[in-house]
């Protein structure tokens, strides 16, 4: 079946919509070197994919705690201080017009993430952008990670459509993957990654930004 505009339009929030400069910066305050985040972040993800796979589960801010007790000598209360940072995450530039975009045409939105309840709340308020946001959702809810087909089944029956009527955006192409093992409309753009792996099932939409992205999407033929 080929991708029709959705009703419902789900964003990843690490990355995708939140800059993670605030927890960069919180590892430096303690000493700790600049391009540290990239590679606990991506243990991070690993950390949590395991659990998954194994049939466990932990919160994000475990995980991330393991990865930076991996990573990096700070002793339990510094490690702590970096991951309350995660609460000081602001979108990207880039974010506020394209959830207007999709608002203005009369798609609902909604964030989607593994992350801990209240940060994307949190980042999109101090954003100023959560007045275009319908609700947001954390897997932490059915304890299980994206990018896990359960969790965007979770989602579209969440928010009332059938997954064929939703779309996930995402700057992590593992993201856009899994979404669409679940009937989903997988749109994805560049942040961190350069490109879309060919080992994935193609996206709908690969598009050089966010604005690309969301222009894509609600350029598709209705349903």
């Keep these: 079946m080929s991708a029709a505009r959705p009703d419902v339009v789900a964003f990843d929030v690490n990355e995708t919509l939140l800059d993670l400069a605030p927890v960069r910066a919180a590892l430096v305050e303690l000493g700790q070197p600049a391009d540290l985040l990239p590679a606990v972040f991506a243990r991070t993800l690993l950390t949590g994919f395991a659990t998954a796979t194994a049939g466990t589960w932990c919160r994000f801010r475990d995980a991330f705690d393991a990865a930076l007790a991996q990573a990096s000598p700070l002793p339990a209360a510094d490690r702590s201080r970096v991951a309350d940072a995660f609460l000081e995450l602001v979108p990207h530039a880039d974010v506020e017009p394209a959830l207007r975009r999709l608002a203005e045409a009369g798609v609902r939105v909604v964030t989607l993430t593994h992350g801990s309840p209240g940060v994307a709340e949190a980042g999109l308020e101090r954003g100023g952008v959560q007045a275009l946001v319908e609700r947001s959702l954390s897997s932490e809810v059915i304890r299980t990670w994206k990018p ?27 993201d856009v993957h899994g979404a669409l093992q679940a009937g989903l409309t997988g749109a994805w753009f560049p942040r961190a990654e350069r490109v879309y792996p060919q080992v994935y099932d193609p996206a709908a939409i690969v598009a050089g930004d966010l604005a690309g992205a969301v222009d894509a999407l609600l350029a598709l033929p209705p349903r």
Excluded: I, K, Q, T
């Design 148 to 174: 896990a087909r359960s969790v965007y089944l979770w989602a579209a029956g969440v928010c009332d459509v059938a997954p064929e009527r939703m779309a996930l955006v995402a700057a992590h192409a593992w």
